[in-house]
């Protein structure tokens, strides 16, 4: 059983009530469903996308996405899209899986989220190969959940590392099969992962406690709760270094993996924009906000935002995916990416998250008074949004690193 530790004060009881009994829940359907998934047509694109909509306004209540939807994602192929071949997945081409993600947003900011998180065993395979065997011998379907930071004192045993700490921001860890913790590690010479970079420490979920607080204004569905583990070891074969050279030999684990991760967040931006857009036209024909007044599609000023909202999401996207795809025919050409194009990776991300927002917030301005209540779905995508250009790999920092890449001078900081 996963740990789940209450806070009172920050997580609500009866809301901890909800997600413990959830989790039995679902794991007892999930469980029969995978005693007939092979008698069992796999679920399409659409059933999921229609599952997260009846569902949706749950993900808020419970602060996760529930083990039937994440089923659903497994059944078509959204925790496979990095698994490499070698075990049985698709390692799939970066831009194909950011346009579902970018699908999946349009339906919900947080399912996406989370399923964003799908390329995240481009993690794993810096692992050991035979770690990672053991990863995947019972299916190519795993969820990594990695809460790095903060990066906690590791001390070096004979063999691995004693690791106790807590960590923030692990996003989909409640319906995970593995979490990641971030370490920094003694310099002891009993082991060989001494460096400055992070070093990941995989466990099976089930051997660490989540502390359910994850309680913001956008992305609550996400489950980005803490986790924690305390006095435990953790074998050199399962650690390796955050954004290390893959062990797998596949184009995949050739793309720049801190770049795909935030790829991923920046294309939940762009299917929030584009909902945002498509809720926007889709009310300005069905009604009148008062009567004798103007209906919104004959109004000047919402023409104009409805253009520019258009152009200005079109052209970052256009950016988005060319700078994918020039980068996935470099490794499939067998080169290396080079540092202008994995800036350019890093940059069109940035601009598409933070395009994303502005015209979500334009939209939000335009449409008049009924985006002001609870209900409409544009509260809910302005949040999401906002909370996308918060995430580290995406924020203002980004865009001076590369500037200073273009300007020939060093980042502050280690980019791209």
Request: hydrophobic share 45%; charged share 15%.
């Amino acid at each position: 059983m996963m740990h789940i530790h209450l806070i009172y004060g920050i997580f609500p009881l009866y809301q901890y009530n909800t997600i413990r009994n959830n989790r039995k829940v679902f794991k007892m359907t999930v469980s029969k469903a995978s005693t007939i998934s092979a008698s069992l047509t796999p679920p399409t694109m659409e059933q999921l996308l229609d599952a997260i909509a009846a569902r949706r306004a749950d993900f808020e209540i419970l602060s996760h996405i529930p083990l039937d939807i994440i089923a659903l994602m497994k059944g078509v192929g959204i925790f496979r899209a990095s698994t490499p071949k070698l075990f049985g997945g698709s390692a799939l081409e970066p831009a194909k899986f950011l346009q579902l993600v970018e699908k999946i947003a349009t339906v919900d900011g947080s399912a996406a989220w989370v399923a964003g998180f799908g390329s995240a065993n481009t993690y794993l395979a810096a692992l050991p190969v035979d770690t990672q065997r053991k990863i995947y011998v019972n299916s190519p379907d795993q969820i990594f959940s990695g809460g790095l930071y903060p990066l906690q004192k590791a001390h070096a045993v004979p063999g691995g590392w004693m690791v106790s700490g807590r960590w923030k921001f692990a996003s989909g860890c409640m319906g995970a099969d593995w979490i990641g913790v971030g370490l920094k590690g003694d310099a002891v010479d009993t082991n060989t992962l001494i460096s400055s970079q992070p070093i990941i420490a995989v466990c099976p979920a089930n051997e660490v406690e989540i502390i359910p607080n994850w309680n913001v204004v956008g992305m609550q569905g996400t489950g980005s709760h803490d986790t924690q583990v305390i006095d435990k070891f953790v074998s050199n074969e399962w650690t390796c270094l955050r954004g290390a050279k893959a062990t797998i030999d596949e184009p995949l684990f050739r793309y720049p993996v801190l770049a795909y991760q935030a790829e991923v967040h920046a294309a939940c931006s762009l299917g929030l924009a584009r909902a945002a857009l498509d809720d926007a036209i889709a009310s300005s024909r069905r009604f009148r906000t008062v009567p004798g007044v103007s209906g919104l599609g004959d109004r000047a000023y919402f023409r104009s935002a409805l253009a520019h909202g258009e152009a200005e999401l079109r052209s970052a996207r256009l950016f988005f995916y060319d700078a994918s795809r020039n980068a996935w025919e470099t490794v499939l050409k067998g080169d290396p990416v080079s540092q202008h194009q994995s800036n350019l990776l890093r940059l069109s991300a940035a601009h598409a998250a933070h395009t994303g927002a502005r015209v979500v917030q334009n939209v939000y301005r335009v449409v008049g008074m009924s985006a002001i209540h609870r209900e409409n779905r544009l509260q809910h995508i302005v949040r999401d949004t906002m909370v996308v250009t918060q995430h580290a790999s995406l924020n203002d920092s980004i865009f001076e690193a590369s500037g200073a890449l273009f300007s020939g001078t060093s980042p502050d900081f280690s980019y791209p």
